[in-house]
């Protein structure tokens, strides 16, 4: 038992963040089973990053369109009357900021400054990734041969890779002198 004493902190930083991710995760499965309306279809964010998609698209000057897709939960992306893609549940990066949050509450030592960092990482983890889908739906209106190489590899980097530095930064975070 004497052997595994250095190694203490890594298995409570594992088990707190295993376990705030699970219950993080089941509560907004929880969120996603509710019934929402035809203005906050499939749910409340997806419809919202939707609509934000949309309104920078037609500043941009695209003739861009969302509508919800019947019998399945998502909304359509539009433009110039043409399906550019879907937009999920998966697509509003709840998941990913569930795991930001797991990860930082789990190497928390104050709680002022981790509800703060969460929140301050809640707000760009959201607008990369509406930077995302508004990149993503030009890839595909104007380069769909890239399509996959965008939505499967470049993308999912681009945000995990925020998230990355995110963790890393509040690991590293700098001491006030």
Same mark, same amino acid.
């Given at each position: 038992m004497e052997r595994l004493k250095p190694y203490y902190p890594v298995f409570k930083f594992v088990i707190v963040f295993g376990v705030l991710y699970i219950l993080l995760? +089941?509560?907004?499965?929880?969120y996603l089973q509710l019934e929402y309306t035809d203005y906050n279809y499939p749910d409340p964010i997806t419809a919202a990053v939707s609509r934000q998609t949309q309104t920078i698209l037609q500043w941009m000057g695209y003739d861009a369109q969302i509508? $919800?897709? %019947?019998? $399945? %939960?998502?909304? !359509? /992306?539009f433009i110039d009357d043409k399906i550019v893609f879907r937009v999920i549940e998966g697509c $509003?990066? =709840?998941? =990913? !900021?569930? /795991?930001?949050? @797991?990860?930082?509450i789990a190497f928390a030592k104050a709680y002022k400054k981790t509800i703060l960092f969460i929140l301050i990482g809640f =707000? +760009? *983890?959201?607008l990369v990734n509406l930077a995302r889908l508004v990149s993503l739906a030009l890839v595909y209106k104007r380069l769909p041969e890239y399509q996959t190489i @965008?939505?499967?590899?470049?993308f999912p980097a681009i945000i995990y890779g925020? =998230?990355? +530095? +995110? &963790? *890393?930064? &509040? *690991?590293?975070? %700098?001491k006030k002198a």
């Open positions: 995760s +089941l509560a907004y499965y929880g509508y $919800n897709a %019947p019998g $399945n %939960p998502s909304v !359509m /992306l $509003n990066a =709840v998941s =990913v !900021m569930l /795991l930001f949050a @797991a990860f930082v =707000v +760009l *983890i959201y @965008a939505h499967d590899i470049a925020t =998230v990355i +530095l +995110l &963790w *890393i930064y &509040w *690991i590293r975070k %700098p």
